[in-house]
């Protein structure tokens, strides 16, 4: 195959060669030399001469996408489902166009919607219910360590993590817009409960980490520090320069006897 045919074969035809072809038809040029005159073959002349004789023109039909199977007004349905319940399915959404509008959408065709319109399937951002007075406390506690820098280099946070064999895994979706991260139905409280599952603490600071401590059964402020802080973290925090030790408020951590250790050992916290 020559060069030319080769491009043929692959390259659309531009608009000036079009303009061509229909010209050298006015002329009275068969199909054959007009394609030996564009490099184009003559099912290609013949067809851009048929759409210029019937339709007035020769440009090229858009046949990119397949034709649109919801109208706009069914698009805003989709979208104002999404926004009143962000945790609704598509196939859900899919279910309740086809009921009103008696014809069939697929759950990929919301999912497109959806997605033209800005909205995306995240993960919803997991929050306690707070109350006020917990509000104001979180407030304070920021306030008064606005303006530190350097000194949290010198934090080391504490805190336990449980990993539940009950709960779901966290796959859930809600549809939101870019930046709605933090609207109120865009979050899904999460409350915990019993459930099977195994608990581990463990520290951070901002150059390294202590080991993870599994705790079974019920943690109370003896067992806080017989398997918590004497064992690991007061050998971490022995061995940095400068430490200030960040815990959580819970009852076992706030115990007088706890609280004494941590005079004891000279060690600065901050709650």
């Not at 506690?141 to 993590?161: G, I, K, L, P």
């Amino acid at each position: 195959m020559s060069h030319r045919k080769q491009l043929s074969a692959f390259d659309q035809v531009s608009e000036f060669n079009r303009g061509r072809i229909v010209a050298y038809q006015d002329c009275g040029l068969s199909f054959r030399e007009i394609g030996s005159r564009v490099g184009r073959n003559q099912t290609t002349v013949k067809r851009i001469c048929d759409r210029w004789m019937q339709e007035g023109t020769t440009d090229r039909c858009d046949r990119s996408h397949p034709p649109q199977c919801t109208t706009s007004r069914e698009e805003r349905q989709i979208v104002r489902m999404a926004v009143t319940d962000r945790s609704v399915t598509s196939r859900t959404v899919a279910q309740h166009i086809e009921s009103v509008t008696h014809h069939s959408v697929s759950a990929r065709t919301i999912r497109c919607r959806l997605q033209q319109s800005g909205l995306s399937a995240r993960r919803p951002l997991l929050g306690l219910p707070l109350t006020q007075n917990h509000t104001r406390l979180h407030r304070q506690w920021c306030d008064e360590r606005r303006m530190w820098v350097a000194e949290w280099n010198e934090v080391v946070f504490s805190d336990e993590s449980r990993i539940c064999l009950q709960h779901h895994d966290g796959r859930i979706r809600v549809w939101r817009h870019r930046g709605g991260r933090m609207l109120n139905s865009c979050v899904m409280h999460h409350h915990t409960g019993r459930a099977p599952g195994i608990m581990v603490r463990g520290g951070i600071g901002y150059h390294s980490r202590t080991p993870l401590v599994r705790i079974a059964g019920t943690l109370n402020s003896q067992r806080y520090i017989s398997e918590v802080l004497e064992p690991v973290l007061l050998p971490y925090l022995q061995g940095l320069s400068i430490a200030i030790f960040q815990q959580d408020n819970a009852r076992p951590h706030m115990a007088r006897i706890v609280q004494r250790f941590f005079v004891n050992h000279q060690i600065e916290l901050i709650t």
